[in-house]
């Protein structure tokens, strides 16, 4: 199968889109947080292509996305207000909401679930082609299941070329790391994954919020888990990842003392020239830490390469999007880290 690549901006890009959704196909889309892999969430077959593409485990289930907020009634049932409120405030915007499920979302979608995950995304192309399409685009997000999510097109290319008939090209997507979701399904509202909107943000509108286990720790066998998701290996390259925390100066000692051949460094900008014999990357600047969040899974897919025995990794302290990045280190890194402040 030939990949087509087409421009955002290209005046046929939509309708072509949304014609082969419409026709079972499935379409790489861009979003303002990674690119997801898109087909007809209404329909098994299609969705199960899904799945088959990204070689994701059946029991994961997707994010049905709609073109507008007035969509949630027609998937959902028992919508809570500040469901509502949540979705006035912050879509279209990387917020998804998993909400009690309608009929009409089929098995293969929500994984056999009561309820589905709900979001409006940010991007205009990519509303435009879930408007022509007529239907709610089920989404996860392109990369191969366990690696590094996509924030180019050509990330996209490079996992599925030959195997997906079209990539909508909307640049680097804005954000970096993939939507906040929010369970309000049940009693209090559960954040399951800190994302693009910070936990902070949520709180404005929010009274209450839980933070469920599986955002700050690695889940032990037997653990109940909300998003399935949560439970397998992600974003991980295929060396292992350790980050090291603690003042630059401690964290530099530490990994100059360990840095063998083969071995990386992941950084902060600032820090490049602390690290100018053990090959750094940066993936953004610590004072700015959404440059971060926006070079994370860029920056983690170069380093997945099998020369690479280690990667050292500087991750952000702190709260807001420090969060999300701090939950998807963590999980590339199994959250394992080394702070030589604490040790000392
Ligand atoms: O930003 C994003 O959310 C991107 C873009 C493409 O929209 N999508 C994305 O999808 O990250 P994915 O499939 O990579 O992650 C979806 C997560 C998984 O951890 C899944 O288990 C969880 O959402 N999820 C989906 N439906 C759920 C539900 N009904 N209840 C709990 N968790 C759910
Ligand atoms: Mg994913």
Not at 39 to 53: M, P, R, Y
Request: hydrophobic share 40%.
């Amino acid at each position: 199968m030939n990949t087509l690549i087409l421009s955002a901006a290209d005046p046929q890009a939509a309708q072509t889109a949304a014609d082969l959704i419409r026709d079972g196909q499935l379409v790489a889309l861009p979003t303002e947080t990674v690119y997801g892999l898109g087909a007809n969430g209404l329909v098994e077959a299609a969705v199960s292509k899904i799945f088959q593409a990204k070689g994701r485990p059946q029991d994961n289930p997707l994010i049905l996305h709609v073109a507008q907020a007035s969509d949630m009634e027609r998937y959902c049932h028992s919508i809570p207000k500040v469901a509502y409120a949540l979705a006035e405030r912050f879509w279209p915007g990387p917020l998804t909401m998993v909400l009690p499920a309608r009929d009409i979302v089929p098995k293969a979608t929500t994984a056999g679930l009561s309820t589905v995950a709900l979001r409006c995304p940010d991007c205009a192309v990519t509303r435009q082609i879930i408007a022509l399409s007529g239907v709610p685009i089920a989404a996860p997000s392109a990369n191969l299941s366990g690696k590094p999510s996509t924030t180019t097109a050509q990330h996209v290319y490079h996992d599925h070329k030959g195997r997906i008939p079209l990539i909508i090209d909307g640049g680097p997507c804005r954000v970096g790391v993939e939507s906040t979701i929010v369970d309000l399904s049940e009693g209090t509202p559960r954040l399951l994954r800190p994302g693009g909107i910070t936990p902070e943000q949520l709180l404005e509108v929010l009274e209450e919020l839980v933070i469920d286990k599986a955002v700050t720790a690695q889940l032990q066998a037997g653990d109940v888990v909300k998003a399935p998701g949560m439970k397998y290996r992600h974003y991980a390259p295929n060396a292992q990842v350790l980050i090291v925390k603690g003042s630059r100066e401690s964290a530099a000692r530490y990994i100059h003392a360990h840095f063998v051949p083969g071995d990386r460094v992941l950084c902060f900008r600032e820090e490049l020239p602390l690290y100018e014999n053990c090959a750094p990357l940066a993936y953004g600047l610590e004072s700015q830490p959404e440059t971060l969040s926006a070079g994370l899974f860029a920056a983690l897919r170069e380093l997945d390469d099998p020369h690479v025995s280690r990667i050292y990794a500087r991750c952000p302290e702190g709260g807001g999007i420090a969060i999300a990045i701090q939950n998807r280190l963590g999980k590339a890194a199994a959250f394992q880290t080394v702070n030589e402040e604490e040790s000392l």
